[in-house]
């Protein structure tokens, strides 16, 4: 096994705690669930824009709740998540564990419901390692989870494999199985048009390592839900480098277009990638890098506009990358990686410019600590309801690091976008 950067980097941001304050510069923002967001992106803000400003409404706590089986058990972090509808129910994947990082004890429970208020327990999945990822996927009159299992040491990043469990009836689901490669993370699945979609990466051990292989995005599809074979036929592998978590959505012309988070070495620098591909060509992603990093990306189109949910750091500019491009590789990582940790953070909504292949911010989401992994679904026409986990809003602003150490909930919020 590859040395791990994170004890180094545990090390460096442990004694940074002695010296530096475990709140936001913006001390207001503490106690105040729905405070306006600092606006530290005005060189890319859509203040001016003429399309009007969603609305995001305040945050109905899901995870734990009064409306959950009261048998349910869970732990204190409750993060990793996925929704959608099936059967005229919601059912919500999440991730429970003692905090954000690898456990021996993290479940992954399955829930539904019909008001998204009372939830029945649909299925728990435990092995015994670390378990997160769940992606939930309706197609075809079917529904199914998928999940990533990896190690059990809080200070590495292990991943084994995929599996997938088929939903048969209420409560009642295949055993899991593993699928498609191991060490493969699932990122994002969904179906567009009628089509099912899988970005999944392999190789992520290296975004903490210190000799670090190569990781690749695949970009693949399926017949019946359980063999993934690439969109492209003979090419599955769509960005090679240092890429991880990626979605896509496509454009009327059936052009795609890509976000994909960056923060291993790689040619075109630490941050995020935007891309482009076009539709007579969906394998050949154009890609340009953008400073900041989205982390835990999602992407979908209301209109003719393109929006990512994801994460947001708190700071003048909020880049990851500093810019220290005359360092060696290894280094500037670690100092990225240690300004990131000791950073608040936000889970947000941006706009993606698909012609400029640039990124704007528009609002927060309530969230603040360990935040950000967001499941949207449709509520009527122009309206969603988003999923995401936070830090407890109650609590202090918590610098990302601490908050990853502490207890975690799952809210919704609704979205609505005025015409």
Same mark, same amino acid.
């Given at each position: 096994?590859?040395?791990?950067?994170? *004890?180094?980097?545990?090390?460096?941001?442990?004694?940074?705690?002695?010296?530096?304050?475990?709140?936001?510069?913006?001390?207001?923002?503490?106690?105040?669930?729905?405070? &306006?967001?600092?606006?530290?992106?005005?060189?890319?803000?859509?203040?001016?824009?003429?399309?009007?400003?969603?609305?995001?409404?305040?945050?109905?706590?899901?995870?734990?709740?009064?409306?959950?089986?009261?048998?349910?058990?869970?732990?204190?972090?409750?993060?990793?998540?996925?929704?959608?509808?099936?059967?005229?129910?919601?059912?919500?994947?999440?991730?429970?564990?003692?905090?954000?990082?690898?456990?021996?004890?993290?479940?992954?429970?399955?829930?539904?419901?019909?008001?998204?208020?009372?939830?029945?327990?649909?299925?728990?999945?435990?092995?015994?390692?670390?378990?997160?990822?769940?992606?939930?996927?309706?197609?075809?009159?079917?529904?199914?989870?998928?999940?990533?299992?990896?190690?059990?040491? &809080? *200070?590495?990043?292990?991943?084994?494999?995929?599996?997938?469990?088929?939903?048969?009836?209420?409560?009642?689901?295949?055993?899991?199985?593993?699928?498609?490669?191991?060490?493969?993370?699932?990122?994002?699945?969904?179906?567009?048009?009628?089509?099912?979609?899988?970005?999944?990466?392999?190789?992520?051990?290296?975004?903490?390592?210190?000799?670090?292989?190569?990781?690749?995005?695949?970009?693949?599809?399926?017949?019946?839900?359980?063999?993934?074979?690439?969109?492209?036929?003979?090419?599955?592998?769509?960005?090679?480098?240092?890429?991880?978590?990626?979605?896509?959505?496509?454009?009327?012309?059936?052009?795609?277009?890509?976000?994909?988070?960056?923060?291993?070495?790689?040619?075109?620098?630490?941050?995020?990638?935007?891309?482009?591909?076009?539709?007579?060509?969906?394998?050949?992603?154009?890609?340009?890098?953008?400073?900041?990093?989205?982390?835990?990306?999602?992407?979908?189109?209301?209109?003719?506009?393109?929006?990512?949910?994801?994460?947001?750091?708190?700071?003048?500019?909020?880049?990851?990358?500093?810019?220290?491009?005359?360092?060696?590789?290894?280094?500037?990582?670690?100092?990225?990686?240690?300004?990131?940790?000791?950073?608040?953070?936000?889970?947000?909504?941006?706009?993606?410019?698909?012609?400029?292949?640039?990124?704007?911010?528009?609002?927060?989401?309530?969230?603040?600590?360990?935040?950000?992994?967001?499941?949207?679904?449709?509520?009527?026409?122009?309206?969603?309801?988003?999923?995401?986990?936070?830090?407890?809003?109650?609590? &202090?602003?918590?610098?990302?690091?601490?908050?990853?150490?502490?207890?975690?909930?799952?809210?919704?919020?609704?979205?609505?976008? &005025?015409?």
């Amino acid at each position: 096994m590859k040395p791990s950067m994170w *004890i180094v980097c545990c090390a460096m941001a442990s004694a940074l705690f002695l010296i530096l304050p475990a709140c936001s510069d913006n001390e207001t923002e503490t106690e105040c669930d729905d405070c &306006p967001p600092v606006d530290d992106d005005d060189n890319n803000d859509d203040d001016d824009d003429a399309t009007p400003a969603p609305i995001i409404g305040p945050p109905t706590r899901v995870v734990p709740s009064s409306g959950l089986p009261p048998d349910l058990a869970l732990q204190d972090a409750n993060n990793n998540l996925d929704v959608t509808r099936h059967d005229d129910r919601v059912f919500l994947a999440f991730r429970t564990a003692p905090s954000h990082f690898a456990a021996e004890t993290a479940e992954i429970h399955v829930v539904s419901s019909l008001d998204q208020v009372h939830w029945d327990h649909e299925m728990s999945f435990h092995l015994g390692r670390d378990l997160r990822e769940p992606r939930l996927l309706s197609w075809d009159g079917g529904l199914f989870l998928y999940f990533a299992f990896l190690g059990t040491n &809080p *200070i590495n990043f292990e991943p084994g494999g995929m599996m997938v469990a088929e939903y048969l009836g209420p409560g009642d689901w295949t055993e899991p199985a593993e699928f498609y490669g191991q060490g493969f993370i699932p990122w994002r699945t969904k179906t567009i048009d009628g089509v099912p979609y899988m970005l999944t990466y392999v190789g992520g051990e290296s975004v903490y390592s210190i000799d670090p292989e190569p990781i690749d995005v695949h970009f693949l599809t399926t017949a019946d839900g359980y063999t993934w074979v690439p969109v492209v036929p003979g090419q599955p592998v769509v960005i090679e480098g240092g890429c991880t978590e990626t979605d896509v959505v496509f454009l009327d012309n059936g052009d795609l277009v890509a976000v994909s988070r960056c923060e291993a070495r790689d040619t075109l620098g630490f941050g995020m990638r935007i891309c482009r591909a076009p539709a007579e060509d969906l394998g050949r992603w154009e890609c340009v890098m953008d400073p900041k990093k989205y982390d835990s990306p999602l992407l979908f189109r209301e209109g003719d506009d393109i929006y990512l949910i994801g994460r947001r750091n708190l700071t003048a500019d909020g880049n990851y990358n500093l810019g220290y491009d005359t360092l060696p590789d290894l280094l500037q990582y670690l100092i990225y990686e240690l300004d990131y940790w000791i950073a608040p953070k936000r889970t947000s909504l941006w706009r993606v410019n698909p012609e400029t292949l640039t990124v704007s911010f528009v609002d927060d989401f309530p969230s603040r600590g360990d935040t950000s992994f967001a499941g949207i679904i449709g509520e009527g026409e122009h309206a969603y309801e988003v999923y995401n986990y936070t830090s407890p809003l109650q609590e &202090p602003d918590y610098v990302w690091l601490m908050g990853q150490l502490g207890k975690t909930v799952i809210v919704r919020v609704t979205l609505t976008f &005025p015409q």
